[in-house]
């Protein structure tokens, strides 16, 4: 159980205070969100379970999009072996490490920009933590939220984790080159299962493996960056960020 925000439980965290905890965070969310605007950079929160192929999907998008500078953060309890993967792809990344916590939250997002020594970004990728529940609860000042689900999840997920599904802006169905061996699989049973939970379900199937699907993610990140607003990026991440704030739950490696 995380020892942050209670994940919502009201026998560890009463209403009154996590509703302050949301508060605040969306407080700095909206601090981060201005920072990312100011600096040209659609950001991406990427969510989905553990081994859902998060970490992969970053590196075939650095494939797919060489043309634009990505960076990323990733959140771990304990390791920071998806940030060096991130950068064994040439990717800039750090990790942000929770210790017991299950989720990023804004200020933990906002401690880890304080602390960027990278370059500048076109597209800048939160890898949150894995987890299909507080994830989803949780605004990092992000532009939009995408759930990566790997085949050998199953359909069930979105029905089983509504939340996480119903605060997606797109869910990216990972590892197909392994349907053929997942007799229990079908996509068409996954879009269904999205279409009654999400408000606007949109889903695309994809194998970092093969590349299928590569190219409508692609197109999907160039549309949704084209129709935002950025200014031209100036200096690295945290350039313009000098007050100080303190974050005793988490560290950024």
């Not at 949150?128 to 939009?144: E, F, K, S, T, W």
């Not at 169905?173 to 079908?186: A, G, N, R, Y």
Request: proline residues 6%; contains cysteine; glycine residues 8%.
């Amino acid at each position: 159980m995380c020892d942050v925000c209670g994940c919502g439980d009201p026998a560890i965290v009463s209403e009154d205070l996590h509703a302050k905890i949301l508060s605040d965070n969306d407080r700095v969310a909206d601090h981060n969100r201005d920072h990312f605007r100011s600096h040209g950079m659609l950001t991406i929160n990427l969510m989905g379970s553990p081994g859902a192929g998060k970490t992969a999907l970053i590196e075939a998008t650095k494939r797919m999009l060489p043309d634009l500078r990505l960076a990323a953060v990733s959140g771990d309890l304990a390791t920071d072996h998806d940030s060096a993967r991130l950068e064994a792809a040439g990717v800039p990344a750090r990790t942000i490490t929770t210790g017991t916590a299950c989720h990023l939250d804004a200020s933990m997002v906002h401690h880890a920009l304080h602390h960027w020594d990278g370059p500048a970004s076109d597209l800048f990728f939160i890898e949150n933590v894995g987890n299909l529940v507080c994830p989803a609860i949780y605004d990092l000042g992000q532009a939009a939220n995408v759930v990566a689900l790997s085949v050998t999840e199953g359909p069930d997920k979105p029905l089983k984790y509504p939340v996480m599904f119903r605060a997606a802006d797109l869910v990216v169905l990972t590892k197909s080159d392994l349907l053929p061996h997942l007799q229990d699989v079908d996509p068409a049973q996954i879009r269904d299962a999205l279409a009654r939970v999400m408000p606007e379900p949109r889903m695309l199937v994809v194998s970092a493996t093969t590349g299928e699907g590569l190219a409508g993610w692609a197109d999907w990140l160039r549309a949704l960056r084209a129709n935002a607003k950025p200014a031209a990026p100036t200096g690295s991440v945290g350039s313009e960020h000098e007050h100080h704030h303190d974050h005793d739950h988490a560290t950024f490696d």
